[in-house]
């Protein structure tokens, strides 16, 4: 950050009175600028034994198959944020969602809450966002063609708790080293 989004003045990295960690402070009107993780909201919408997977028509991770999710929008809450990325993304409409995961990603500054609902009437088609949707059993699911780690992660525990009988909430850090290898701590 160089410019205050306020005034438009320079801004300095430094740690503010009463704080602990540095941040981003306005030379002129002093405005102190909070740069916080984002929250990113998803689904998995579920069509009697099958998953929605949409296949991703955008960057990062073009082509790739991913389940609906994207960026929370101001005003909206984490469940409505998902709904709407499952309609932006795969004109489905996802209902009965409960929280199903939670997952940190430090690395890139990013919070998953994913959730797992029904797809109404089975029905889905591509939105702008995705080249493709499909409907997946379990054994079809193309793991090594998954966008993001939190997506393998996500369905993997889906299966296995539908494997029990019964769905946990859960609570993971997805972490990236510096060779890039993605490690998965659950809680």
Not at 5 to 11: D, K, L, R, T, W
Not at 21 to 27: D, E, G, I, T, Y
Not at 73 to 92: C, P, Q, V, W
Request: charged share 20%.
């Amino acid at each position: 950050m160089k410019y205050c989004s306020h005034c438009g003045a320079g801004v300095e990295l430094c740690i503010p009175e009463g704080d602990t960690l540095p941040r981003f402070v306005c030379k002129q009107c002093h405005t102190i600028h909070y740069l916080n993780p984002k929250v990113v909201t998803g689904c998995i919408p579920v069509w009697e034994d099958k998953v929605l997977l949409c296949r991703r028509a955008i960057e990062p991770r073009y082509g790739l198959w991913t389940l609906p999710a994207g960026f929370m929008e101001n005003g909206e809450t984490s469940m409505a944020g998902a709904a709407r990325e499952a309609l932006e993304e795969a004109h489905a409409v996802v209902d009965d969602m409960v929280l199903y995961g939670l997952f940190n990603l430090p690395h890139i500054d990013q919070i998953y809450m994913m959730f797992r609902g029904n797809l109404r009437h089975g029905h889905a088609a591509p939105g702008m966002e995705s080249l493709e949707v499909n409907l997946f059993y379990e054994q079809e699911i193309p793991w090594q063609e998954l966008a993001f780690p939190v997506v393998a992660e996500s369905l993997r525990l889906f299966f296995s708790d539908r494997r029990k009988g019964s769905y946990a909430v859960h609570y993971a850090d997805v972490m990236r080293g510096a060779d890039n290898e993605v490690t998965i701590t659950r809680y």
